[in-house]
């Protein structure tokens, strides 16, 4: 289990000064008792808010049709049960959209060689590379190059169609840690990246969606990756290059982009494919993403068989 130091129990929701209604949760997933749930993370509890699939359909709302009344809820007395025992899932399951940036850091630019792009560099994943906080991350057969990314992730929480920078940040209902893992072998050898990127269980994500208020510059951030420990990612979001604002405004001007949808926002350097030699993820390592303010995000590696 993963607990957000600034998660507060009891806390209040005052009104910001433009009077806009403020909501900081940290929205989970999670099994109990083998039932499925969602509800929000404090400190040594998590209170219970409803049924797992429930958090999927409301995460495909617009957001101003249920995070007053969620926060309010907050604010009651529901009932809760010790964070212990809660087994967390990915806080979200099948957006209709994961977007993900190429060379959106400048350090992690420098250390491949390329130029920082002047519009996104943007590939996609599918749902079925979601895998949550305590799940694996299972190495295929034949992978041997298998690699981490941290990536601040940021989900829609309202329809963004046609967007101006200016308002964008509008439409973003929070924040979650991502794993970009790749299969560095197979995305070369494919020339394009859907399926060296897009394996079963390449997207962990989680452990929470912490909500935009709480996080008032997401460009601000401490953001780690490590291994067994070792630190082999070490930035901040301040390294982005196509900040999330300008990022959300251009994606909307191609796609409509929906509530529940995912952009991951690239990472800083340190990558295994950068290192010398090249540090890959082996069977039995555990690799950990780890954003302030946001948590950690931690999952062992695993190999499978050929044949299911
Ligand atoms: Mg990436």
């Known amino acids: 289990m993963f607990f957000p130091a600034s998660v507060a129990s009891g806390k209040k929701h005052p009104a910001s ?24 993370l404090r400190q040594e509890e998590v209170i219970v808010l409803g049924e797992g699939r429930d958090l999927e359909s409301i995460l495909h709302r617009d957001m101003d049709s249920w995070l007053p009344d969620m926060a309010h809820r907050n604010l009651s007395i529901p009932p809760s049960i ?39 560099v943007l590939f996609a994943k599918f749902p079925n590379s979601i895998t949550g906080p305590q799940g694996d991350i299972q190495r295929p057969p034949g992978v041997a190059q298998l690699d981490y990314e941290a990536e601040l992730g940021v989900i829609l929480g309202r329809r963004a169609h046609r967007i101006p920078p200016g308002r ?34 390449f997207c962990p ?3 929470s969606i912490v909500t935009r208020d709480e996080i008032p510059d997401p460009h601000t951030l401490k953001i780690q990756a490590r291994v067994n420990g070792e630190v082999r990612q070490d930035s901040t979001t301040a390294q982005m290059h196509l900040k999330i ?14 509530p529940g949808d995912l952009i991951s926002t690239g990472t800083p350097a340190g990558v295994g494919m950068a290192r010398r030699p090249p540090a890959w ?12 303010k946001i948590g950690s995000l931690k999952n062992r590696v695993q190999g499978t068989p050929e044949w299911a």
């Open 205 to 207: 994500l989680g452990p």
């Open 245 to 258: 604002p300008e990022v959300i405004s251009t994606l909307s001007q191609t796609m409509t982009l929906e």
């Open 168 to 201: 964008a940040m509008d439409h973003v209902l929070g924040y979650t840690c991502v794993n970009d893992i790749s299969a560095r072998d197979i995305q070369t050898r494919d020339r394009q990246w859907t399926r060296g990127k897009s394996a079963d269980t």
């Open 17 to 40: 000064p433009k009077g806009e209604q403020k909501h900081t949760m940290h929205l989970v997933r999670f099994t109990h008792q083998g039932h499925e749930k969602f509800g929000l």
């Open 281 to 292: 993820l082996r069977d039995g390592d555990t690799v950990e993403v780890t954003i302030e």
């Open 82 to 120: 010790p964070a212990g025992e809660a087994r967390l899932q990915a806080p979200l399951a099948h957006p209709s959209k994961m977007l993900f940036l190429g060379l959106n850091y400048a350090d992690h630019a420098r250390e491949t060689g390329a130029s920082l792009p002047k519009e996104p």
